[in-house]
């Protein structure tokens, strides 16, 4: 039915894009917006004997517009308008991830990592679009930051630490000096031997997908 809405939108040439049910019309001028709104509004009504939700449409400026998850921005440079993920989808996402790294989160190491893929495969495949290279580095240096405090809380003792550290070719002496640290979990990962030793490859070789290379292969297909 709404494919009639995409005829009448297109014979009057406006520009627009919609998505089942959701729809977004641009326009250069507020005034042309409220002009537009009231009259699709009264079409919709009319020839589909749909009722619009008023609650729902409203008038935005594009930096202020979410549309399926997307938010939207101008790029400085090739001054046109690009899409990223809206900061509302980034909060969701690294609420989920915290979720899956939290401390009281039972199960091992490999079978929260194979949770955690799962996650980020999947938000990554559906915003693979948008720009978000800035977000994925943060987000990616967060969770291996937290994979960390879960290894070295397993560890428990200061001799399976101590062990676990040589094991990554940690000196034998700074090895034992850092598995006396104690359980001041986020110190001893980030000001210690600790983000050295659980590398980033080491990580991988576990069975981590990096978000940031994920998400540079994946907005690479999607630009081809």
């Known amino acids: 039915m709404l494919n009639e809405l995409d005829k009448e939108l297109e014979a009057r040439g406006l520009r627009f894009t919609r998505y089942a049910d959701d729809c ?3 326009l250069k001028s507020e005034s042309s917006a409220k002009r537009v709104m009231r009259t699709v509004s ?3 009504q009319r020839k589909l004997g749909l009722k619009v939700n008023m609650n729902k449409t409203h008038i935005t400026r594009p930096l202020k517009l979410k549309y399926l998850g997307f ?3 101008k790029d400085s440079k090739t001054k046109e308008w690009k899409c990223r993920p809206h ?3 980034v909060k969701k996402f690294k609420d989920r991830l915290k979720e899956l790294t939290s401390r009281k989160m039972p199960g091992t190491v490999t079978s929260k990592i194979e949770k955690i893929n799962q996650v980020t495969r999947g938000w990554i495949n559906y915003y693979a679009i948008g720009s978000m290279k800035t977000a994925m580095t943060e987000i990616d240096a967060h969770l291996r930051t937290r994979l960390r405090v879960i290894i070295w ?4 003792v200061p ?3 101590q062990w676990g550290l040589q094991k990554l070719g940690v000196g034998k002496d700074l090895a034992r000096l850092t598995a006396y640290c104690g359980d001041r979990y986020y110190w001893v990962v980030t000001r210690t031997c600790v983000g ?3 590398s980033k490859e080491v990580l991988r070789k576990v069975g981590l997908i990096s978000c940031l290379d994920y998400y540079k ?3 690479a297909l999607k630009l081809y």
């Open 159 to 161: 001799k399976k630490r």
């Open 153 to 156: 809380k397993q560890w428990k």
């Open 24 to 26: 977004v019309i641009a």
């Open 42 to 44: 009264d079409w919709i």
């Open 87 to 89: 900061q509302d989808s």
């Open 217 to 219: 292969e994946r907005h």
């Open 196 to 198: 050295r030793a659980i």
């Open 71 to 73: 938010g939207f921005y």
